[in-house]
Every structure is written in structure tokens, then in C-alpha cells.
């Protein structure tokens, strides 16, 4: 099974603000890959697929980056509806639903 | 719009089972592939299940394997999971999540999640 591992596990930073969030794979997962915004009490949202590719309506200052082991996740400028739970998601082997990270905190400084 | 909705989630006493539904609208149900992604509280994402978009295929995480059971109804637009043998580390919400494809690489990804139901086992 591939373990992602994401760092830092928390991320305090400020509204306007750049975030650079981690993703590292065990091994290699091509480009399948895939995050998730997650706020308290709700469900994951879908943000990026196949590493780089933004999900429909999600604004432009969030991309992705990466492929085979090392992923980024970047949030241009930090908006206040962005402080949450980010998390990576594998579909490049067993299981087939995949493994997801740990997650990433972001929280205002 | 596409729409899911969970429902089901109680307290129930390790050992008992229990059934999770998902309700889907706003999209063609049969033409899609279904997961089950739970989290325990406080904690991470973790895979259930998955179910072909016809149901002839099923996949379980290791840690359901033998004692949970996905299933759908097509023609009611609504997926399942039956949950048996229920322990105290089964604690958590409940997501159903739709699969979808990617042209770009081949690859699946899970675009709409419903809102989760709550299953706690104790005691």
C-alpha cells in the first residue's frame, strides 16, 4: 500500500499570504493525484486532480504541482474562507479507492 | 446539482450491525462508480468501499473486509453499506463519494462527497 505523507502537519499564516503545502508519496504515483479542502463539520471538496488540473469552479490561486513521489499544493494568497484541512489522495494503486495523507492544517497566525 | 445525502448514522453496541444509506440526485446514478470513505473523529480520511456503477464489482479496505458490504439500487438511485460487526474503532462519519474519470490521464478521482453520517459504536 502507498503512504502519503504530508508536511508540515500545520501551517500558520496570515490572509494574503502564500501556502505551500507537501505531498510525498512511498512510491511513485504517475500524476493520480488529487486534493481536498476540508472545513470543520464539512465534507472534503475536491480542489485539484491528476496533480495539476483545477476542479470546476475552484478559484485560480490554488494549483498543483508535481508527479511520480514529491507533490505541492499552493494557495497564491490566502483568503479567509481558506483556512482548513488539505488533503492528498492517491488512485495510483491498491487500494482502488486509494490512501489519502495525514492532512495539512491551515490556520491564521 | 449534483447532490448526495447519507443517512443511517447511530449509536450502536459493538457487535450489532447497522445499514448506511446515500441518496443521489442530479446525476445519471447508474452511470457511476461509488465509494464509502469514513473518518474517525479528529482523525484522517480512510477508504471503505467501492462499487462498480452496475454493482457487479465490489473492493474493501482490509479493515471492513468480511464484516462490511456495499450494494446499490439503480433503479432508487441509492447506494448502501451494511456494516456488521461493529467495533468500537468503526466509530466515525460515514461519507459516500461519486467516482469520475478522468480524460486527462486515465485516472479516478472522487468530485462530489454527500455531507456524512455519524456511526458510533458503544457501549
Known amino acids: 500500500e502507498i503512504v502519503l505523507t504530508q508536511s508540515p502537519a500545520t501551517l500558520s499564516l496570515s490572509p494574503g499570504e502564500r501556502a505551500t503545502l507537501s505531498c510525498r508519496a512511498s512510491q511513485s504515483v504517475s500524476s493520480f493525484l488529487a486534493w481536498y479542502q476540508q472545513k470543520p463539520g464539512q465534507a472534503p471538496r475536491l480542489l485539484i486532480y491528476?496533480?495539476?488540473i483545477r476542479a470546476a469552479g475552484i478559484p485560480g490561486r490554488f494549483s498543483g504541482s508535481g508527479s511520480g513521489t514529491d507533490f505541492t499544493l499552493t494557495i497564491s494568497s490566502l483568503e479567509p474562507e481558506d483556512f482548513a484541512v488539505y488533503y492528498c489522495?492517491?488512485?495510483?494503486?491498491?487500494?482502488?479507492?486509494?490512501?489519502f495523507g495525514g492532512g495539512t492544517k491551515v490556520e491564521i497566525k | 446539482q449534483v447532490q448526495l445525502v447519507e443517512s443511517g448514522g447511530s449509536v450502536v453496541q459493538p457487535g450489532r450491525s447497522l445499514r448506511l444509506s446515500c441518496a443521489a440526485s442530479?446525476?445519471?446514478?447508474?452511470?457511476?462508480?461509488m465509494h464509502w470513505v469514513r473518518q474517525a473523529p479528529g482523525k484522517g480520511l480512510e477508504w471503505v468501499a467501492l462499487?462498480?456503477?452496475?454493482?457487479?464489482?465490489?473492493h474493501y479496505a482490509d479493515s471492513v473486509k468480511g464484516r462490511f458490504t456495499i450494494a446499490r439500487d439503480n433503479s432508487k438511485n441509492t447506494l448502501f453499506l451494511q456494516l456488521n460487526s461493529l467495533r468500537a474503532d468503526d466509530t466515525a462519519v460515514y461519507y459516500c463519494a461519486r467516482d469520475d474519470y478522468s480524460i486527462n490521464s486515465g485516472g479516478y478521482y472522487n468530485d462530489y462527497w454527500g455531507q456524512g453520517t455519524l456511526v458510533t459504536v458503544s457501549s
Open positions: 489522495h492517491q488512485r495510483s494503486n491498491w487500494p482502488p479507492g486509494g490512501t
Open positions: 462499487i462498480s456503477y452496475d454493482g457487479t464489482n465490489t
Open positions: 442530479g446525476f445519471t446514478f447508474s452511470g457511476y462508480a
Open positions: 491528476d496533480a495539476s
